[in-house]
C-alpha cells in the first residue's frame, strides 16, 4: 500500500526513531509499504519519520538513477550497487568517510526544493537486514550520500539544518510556508491542537 508522506511541518519528522527491536509481521508490512511509497514517488530512499513513523527503518533504491553513480564494497570486494537494491536498512549505524563534498539533495517530505549539502564522500554502514541478519558495507557516491540522509532523518535531523546560511536567507519564506501549510493540515485533520 502506498503510504501518505509527511511533508515538513509535520511533527514526527523530528523525532528520533526507536529500535527496532524484533522484525514482526508489522513491521515487515511497513517495509513492504516503504518500499511502494518509495517507487510510487520515484525517491530514492524513505525513512520511516516519512511515513509517520518514529522508527530506526528506511529503505534505499539508488538503481534507477543513471546520471549519479554509486559505489558499493562488500567485504573489501566492489559488488555492482544495483545487485543490493532495494535496501532496507534496521537499526543503521553509519561511520561518514573521506573528506567532504557538496552536491545536490532533494527529500520527499520537501517537495520541489533541492539543495547543495556538503557530506563525507564515502559511508560504512552496519545494520539488520529483513532478515534480521547483521549486515555491514562501505558506499560512495549517490549511495553514500542517499544512506547518510536516510539515516539523519532517523535521528530527526532534515537535510535543511545542513544546509548553508546563504540557502537558509533564500529559502526562509518557502520553508516557513511549507510549515505553516502542514501545521494547518495537521489541524484542520484533528491530528494537532
Ligand atoms: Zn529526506
Known amino acids: 500500500m502506498v503510504l501518505p508522506i509527511v ?16 522484525i ?24 520511516a519519520q516519512q511515513v509517520d513513523q518514529a522508527l530506526q527503518l528506511t529503505v534505499i533504491d539508488v538503481s534507477e538513477v543513471t ?19 532495494p535496501m532496507v536498512l534496521i537499526n543503521p549505524e553509519i561511520t561518514p568517510e573521506e573528506e567532504p563534498e557538496p552536491g545536490p539533495e532533494g527529500c ?4 520541489e526544493i ?23 558495507f562501505r558506499c ?7 544512506i547518510q540522509h536516510e539515516f539523519d532523518h532517523l535521528q530527526g535531523i532534515l537535510f535543511i539544518d545542513r544546509m548553508s546560511s546563504v540557502d537558509r536567507e533564500r529559502l526562509r519564506p518557502e520553508l516557513e510556508d511549507m510549515q505553516a501549510a502542514t501545521k494547518a493540515a495537521l489541524k484542520k485533520a484533528g491530528k494537532i491542537s
Open 7 to 22: 511533508t515538513y511541518g509535520h511533527p514526527t519528522l523530528r523525532r528520533k526513531g526507536a529500535r527496532v527491536e524484533e
Open 24 to 47: 514482526t509481521p508489522e513491521i515487515r508490512q511497513l517495509i513492504a509499504d516503504m518500499l511502494e511509497t518509495m517507487k510510487d514517488a520515484a525517491g530514492v530512499g524513505l525513512a
Open 67 to 85: 546520471d549519479r553513480p554509486s559505489t558499493l564494497e562488500v567485504n573489501g570486494q566492489s559488488v555492482p550497487p544495483e545487485q543490493a537494491m
Open 108 to 111: 520527499l517530505s520537501f517537495p
Open 114 to 136: 533541492y539543495i547543495e549539502i556538503t557530506r563525507p564522500k564515502a559511508t560504512t554502514v552496519r545494520a539488520t537486514n529483513l532478515d534480521g541478519e547483521p549486515i555491514e
Open 140 to 146: 560512495g557516491g549517490l549511495l553514500s550520500r542517499a
